[in-house]
């Protein structure tokens, strides 16, 4: 097997992987649409259904970013450049909508890994809210990419 079809079994795979992983971030999403985030308190399990949103948010942000935009372009031969590279070659070939976007989600994402104080944490559920609709488009967009350049895929 050469490393090109490496890189597409790898990709085939990982369409999987986003598709699972929007599945849950879709679940966890409409469970929490609906909670009230204001400064009182929040429940306990309305904590743990924004830690799950969170947590998938993060999981998703990541796969589409790190991995899935990578891996097209080790396929389709373009050298990987930093995030925002990355995220500038997605707007372009029309996986994402606005880089700006992008941006803020990768923020986000660092933001979730790395903030502990609960104050700051009820901004980070409500940014959560405002782009999932956002990164689930994302993944439509790459498997819409993906089944109109069905060369990129090892099967």
């Keep these: ?15 999987g992987h986003i598709n699972k992983a929007a599945m849950q971030l879709s679940i966890s999403y409409e469970r929490c649409s609906s909670l009230m985030l204001s400064e009182q308190e929040l429940k306990i399990d309305e904590q ?3 830690e799950a949103l969170t947590s998938r948010f993060a999981r998703l942000a990541d796969l ?15 050298n990987t450049g930093s995030v925002l590279d990355r995220i500038n070659k997605a707007e372009k070939k029309g996986f994402i909508n606005s880089a700006e976007q992008f941006v803020e989600i990768r923020l986000l994402r660092n ?20 782009y999932t609709p956002v990164l689930l488009n994302a993944v439509k967009n790459i498997q819409e990419y993906l089944l109109l350049h069905p060369h990129l895929i090892l099967r």
Excluded: G
């Design 1 to 15: 097997m050469t490393q090109q079809d490496m890189f597409k079994k790898l990709l085939n795979e990982n369409s």
């Design 48 to 50: 743990e259904k924004l």
């Design 111 to 130: 933001s979730i890994a790395h903030e502990y104080d609960l104050d700051s944490i009820l901004e980070i559920f409500k940014s959560c809210l405002t």
């Design 64 to 78: 589409i970013i790190q991995k899935t935009i990578r891996l097209i372009e080790h396929v389709e031969l373009e």
